[in-house]
């Protein structure tokens, strides 16, 4: 038996905070529409927005946010410091920039988007992050389209962080994003995530459409009632994950949010286990720089 979610489902992290179940993601939302959208999203019961500094529409998502009339402290908001612009100068400067921009006071979320750029970069980007911690300009801290080799390397810079300075003074990983959905699993990601305690956060979770018909999704579909990309939502649910699903239809928003009035059975569960390695978006988890 699945546990029972709602849309006020909340995970704690590895940082003390709590984590909404369900995000609403912002990847590829033009700025000009992105405040509405947003807005939306919080009004159909969504407290968990995605962003990044390289999708440029942090600051409309933070106006949302202050002209949603819900308190700050009961929206999660994220960002990420941009692919291939790392370090620690660079690292800072961003996190600065995106306070000034969306006008929060605090980021919930900081992740390094994705691995690129080489071992001192990335450690110099969370080096970045966990001052900024320290200082309460962020919340909790994770990465984003890391492999497990990345994961280690951050893991053991951590451990020699805190031998050196102290226990808590590496900063603690909370949460990792990567494209998740039944035709991407990512077992062993998950596994090292699970037998840590960080939260994984599903980002293409709808497959981008490109599933919809697939007969798998259709008969489940159909046996519950629901939309393809309902039952994909609620499949990465039932995973233990953090699904963004992004839409810029008010209607999908909504019906998005959807996802709490029927579950999975293990035999459904079963049937979405494919075991397929089927990339939609991109994959740095293969890097090696």
């Known amino acids: ?5 709602d849309i006020n489902t909340k995970y704690r992290m590895n940082s003390g905070y709590e984590i909404p ?3 609403y993601g912002v990847y590829q939302t033009p ?3 992105t405040e509405e959208v947003t807005l939306h999203a919080l009004k159909s019961g969504y407290r968990h927005v995605d962003s990044a500094v390289f999708y440029h529409n942090e600051e409309p998502c933070g106006e949302a946010i202050k002209k949603s009339g819900i308190a700050r402290d009961q929206i999660f908001f994220t960002s990420k ?3 291939y612009h790392l370090g620690y100068d660079a690292s800072v400067k961003w996190i600065e920039d995106s306070l000034k921009k969306t006008g ?3 980021i919930d979320l900081y992740l390094i988007h994705a691995p690129f750029g080489g071992k001192e970069a990335r450690l110099g980007a969370w080096d970045a992050m966990v001052d900024a911690q320290k200082a309460g300009k962020i919340k909790s801290l994770g990465v984003s389209n890391y492999g497990v080799h990345h994961l280690d390397e951050l893991e053991e810079h951590i451990k020699q962080r805190e031998a050196k300075e102290g226990k808590g003074a590496g900063g603690a990983i909370s949460v990792g994003q990567w494209e998740l959905h039944p035709w991407l699993a990512r077992p062993d990601i998950a596994a090292w995530c699970e037998k840590r305690g960080v939260i994984l956060e599903a980002y293409c979770p709808l497959v981008r459409a490109q599933r919809n018909d697939h007969p798998l999704l259709q008969s489940l579909a159909k046996k519950h009632g629901k939309t393809s990309a309902q039952v994909l939502i609620r499949w990465s649910i039932q995973k233990g994950f953090v699904p963004l699903p992004k839409s810029v239809t008010l209607s999908r928003i909504e019906e998005n949010a959807k996802v709490y009035d029927f579950e999975l059975s293990p035999e459904d569960m079963k049937t979405l286990d494919t ?7 991109w994959d740095p988890t293969t890097s090696h720089d």
């Not at 038996?1 to 979610?5: E, G, L, S, T, V």
């Not at 075991?275 to 978006?281: I, L, Q, R």
């Open 1 to 5: 038996m699945a546990p029972k979610f």
């Open 104 to 106: 929060l006071g605090y």
């Open 31 to 33: 700025p000009d529409i």
């Open 21 to 23: 179940v369900l995000g």
């Open 275 to 281: 075991g397929a390695y089927d990339v939609v978006a």
């Open 81 to 83: 410091i941009p692919p």
